[in-house]
């Protein structure tokens, strides 16, 4: 079975940037990565923007728990119904905003200037798969690892789902440049090519082959 990378790659690097350029198989349209670097602060301000909202809501609930605790009211006492509202909202929270960022893209993506898309065929998630997908930011630890471990590894792989990529807006190829052969493919072809031509002839065709 083939990776991702093996049957992307073009040999070809982006001509502002130099990263690599990549094929999307199903479509044979060209695209670039995003930078770990950038992939890595997008999503880490898509925590910051989700938490920032999560915090303002619940919030709200709890001043309408203590409304309802000040008017005697019974269920602003019961504590398992507060928690599983605050869960609930947690999950329901992260499915929207995974919509929101299957669909038009999310305030990281677009602070850092990518897109998450398939890397198949370019098309993104859309809002059921874009909300479930986010649901995976519950499992907030591993998301952190994983993005940090994709940062210092140059990679922009959405983190936990290996068939989308977070691709660079802002790259020479999105702005309309054409992209460049790789030199550093360009050189290891002309090498293979010369140590290729400079092995001994087994098969006595070369004038001072022996027989």
Not at 58 to 81: H, Q
């Amino acid at each position: 079975m083939s990776n991702p990378k093996s049957t992307t790659a073009t040999g070809l690097v982006d001509a502002a940037n130099g990263r690599p350029v990549r094929r999307h198989p199903d479509t044979g349209a060209y695209f670039v990565k995003a930078s770990g670097s950038a992939h890595f602060w997008g999503r880490v301000l898509d925590a910051i923007v989700f938490l920032a909202g999560y915090a303002v809501l619940a919030v709200i609930l709890a001043v309408v728990r203590e409304s309802m605790m000040n008017s005697g009211s019974a269920l602003g006492y019961n504590d398992g119904l507060w928690l599983t509202l605050y869960v609930a909202l947690w999950f329901v929270g992260l499915f929207v905003y995974g919509m929101i960022w299957g669909t038009v893209g999310s305030v990281g993506d677009a602070a850092a200037g990518m897109r998450s898309v398939r890397i198949k065929d370019g098309t993104t998630a859309g809002a059921w798969l874009g909300g479930w997908r986010a649901i995976c930011w519950s499992f907030f630890p591993f998301f952190v690892v994983m993005v940090i471990a994709a940062a210092f590894s140059g990679g922009s792989g959405d983190t936990w789902d290996p068939k989308f990529a977070a691709v660079d807006r802002r790259s020479g190829l999105a702005q309309g440049m054409p992209p460049v052969t790789d030199p550093k493919a360009a050189a290891a072809q002309k090498a293979a090519a010369a140590e290729q031509e400079n092995l001994p002839n087994l098969y006595g065709q070369r004038p001072d082959a022996r027989p």
